[in-house]
T-cell receptor, first 109, second 115 residues
Framework: RKEVEQDPGPFNVPEGATVAFNCTYS??????FFWYRQDCRKEPKLLMS???SGNEDGRFTAQLNRASQYISLLIRDSKLSDSATYLC??????????FGKGTTLSVSS | DVKVTQSSRYLVKRTGEKVFLECVQD?????MFWYRQDPGLGLRLIYF???????EKGDIPEGYSVSREKKERFSLILESASTNQTSMYLC??????????????FGDGTRLSIL
């Protein structure tokens, strides 16, 4: 089983739509969780950390379910500028971050 | 803001050449990483370092070596470049702070082409 798995997509949605991405991780000892955004031909940039209680940043909501080893990202009211690849990232203490292969989102007008 | 600087955005080298990719960070972070990113394969860890002169192999270290002589600088070396090392190379850093999630900070990336 791969360590961090994501549906690669692409997810093609109209502006204003709500879209959700899911991610599962295999190592129950994982301690830190993040969503990164990567635009075409650019480096990954941190979108948001994911906390056990769930957290929200504007239109973005992240959830963590440790029992199911599952992370989600919800984007409300999608904008054209949200088009990108979203990377699920997991960290076990003392080791490097482990990246999923990413989910591609395309928002159209 | 953390700044991670990679020496080149684009680089073209020939098969068999020794290639150096440099990465410098200005935030005194202990951990530094080299990844490569290829279509359909995502980010793959080549090597990482958690301290000066310390290095650990990642998932795909073959054909690469690294050097960390100073805390702020982490170099990736392709001993004898081959065409299958054509890729986007990304350097990242990670600070240590107790009790809080730590994201990585990435450089802009180096697009390396081996001809």
């Amino acid at each position: 089983r791969k360590e961090v798995e994501q549906d690669p997509g692409p997810f093609n949605v109209p502006e204003g739509a709500t879209v959700a991405f899911n991610c599962t991780y295999s190592n129950s000892a994982s301690q830190s969780f993040f969503w990164y955004r990567q635009d075409c031909r650019k480096e990954p940039k941190l979108l948001m950390s994911v906390y056990s209680s769930g957290n929200e940043d504007g239109r973005f909501t992240a959830q963590l379910n440790r029992a199911s080893q599952y992370i989600s990202l919800l984007i409300r009211d999608s904008k054209l500028s949200d088009s990108a690849t979203y990377l699920c990232v997991v960290n076990q203490a003392g080791t490097a971050l482990i990246f999923g292969k990413g989910t591609t989102l395309s928002v159209s007008s | 803001d953390v700044k991670v600087t990679q020496s080149s955005r684009y680089l073209v080298k020939r098969t068999g050449e020794k290639v150096f990719l440099e990465c410098v960070q200005d935030m005194d972070h202990e951990n530094m990483f080299w990844y490569r990113q290829d279509p359909g394969l995502g980010l793959r860890l080549i090597y990482f370092s958690y301290d000066v002169k310390m290095k650990e192999k990642g998932d795909i270290p073959e054909g690469y070596s690294v050097s960390r002589e100073k805390k702020e600088r982490f170099s990736l070396i392709l001993e004898s470049a081959s065409t299958n090392q054509t890729s986007m190379y990304l350097c990242a850093t990670l600070g240590i702070e107790r009790g809080s999630n730590q994201p990585q900070h990435f450089g802009d990336g180096t697009r390396l082409s081996i001809l």
